[in-house]
């Protein structure tokens, strides 16, 4: 998994941006995760829950995103697509319009604890 984290001039907001396969992350680290600490925490304790817990499914449902853990899996979701809409409408769909159409990604436990850690370095200097 490729990311590179910047803080964004404007906003002073931490930004992450993640390579195409794995782009759900950023906005959801954005959005979902900020520079809460609490949050942050709760994700790690929930990684450790299931590290030795491998047969329960663990979810935490946010605003706009969805955090699966699944044995030594995570997938991250956005909401809509959840929710049963899974295309734009037709009008929308047009060929000079760029929508992200990235809505869901996923990685390994591991690699989710370390993108956390990473996070929380960064949002916390």
Same mark, same amino acid.
């Given at each position: 998994?490729?990311?590179?984290? =910047? @803080?964004?001039?404007t906003?002073?907001?931490a *930004?992450? *941006?993640?390579?195409?396969? !794995?782009? $759900?992350?950023?906005?959801?680290?954005?959005?979902? /995760?900020? @520079?809460?600490?609490?949050?942050?925490?709760? %994700?790690?304790n %929930?990684?450790? *829950?299931? #590290? !030795?817990?491998?047969?329960?499914? !663990?979810e935490? /449902?946010?605003s706009?995103?969805? $955090?699966?853990? =699944?044995?030594?899996? /995570?997938?991250i979701?956005? @909401?809509? +697509? %959840? @929710?049963? =809409?899974? +295309?734009?409408? #037709?009008?929308?769909?047009?060929?000079? =319009?760029?929508?992200?159409?990235?809505?869901?990604?996923?990685?390994?436990?591991?690699?989710f604890?370390?993108? %956390?850690?990473s996070?929380?370095?960064f949002?916390?200097?």
């Amino acid at each position: 998994m490729e990311y590179e984290f =910047i @803080n964004d001039p404007t906003t002073r907001y931490a *930004k992450a *941006k993640f390579s195409f396969e !794995h782009e $759900v992350f950023g906005p959801w680290l954005e959005v979902e /995760v900020g @520079n809460d600490p609490q949050k942050l925490t709760a %994700l790690l304790n %929930l990684i450790d *829950k299931a #590290e !030795h817990a491998s047969t329960q499914e !663990h979810e935490i /449902v946010g605003s706009e995103y969805t $955090v699966r853990i =699944i044995e030594k899996d /995570v997938a991250i979701a956005a @909401n809509a +697509s %959840l @929710n049963g =809409i899974e +295309s734009l409408p #037709e009008a929308l769909s047009g060929d000079d =319009i760029d929508f992200d159409e990235q809505e869901s990604a996923s990685c390994g436990l591991e690699d989710f604890r370390e993108l %956390l850690l990473s996070w929380a370095r960064f949002t916390t200097h």
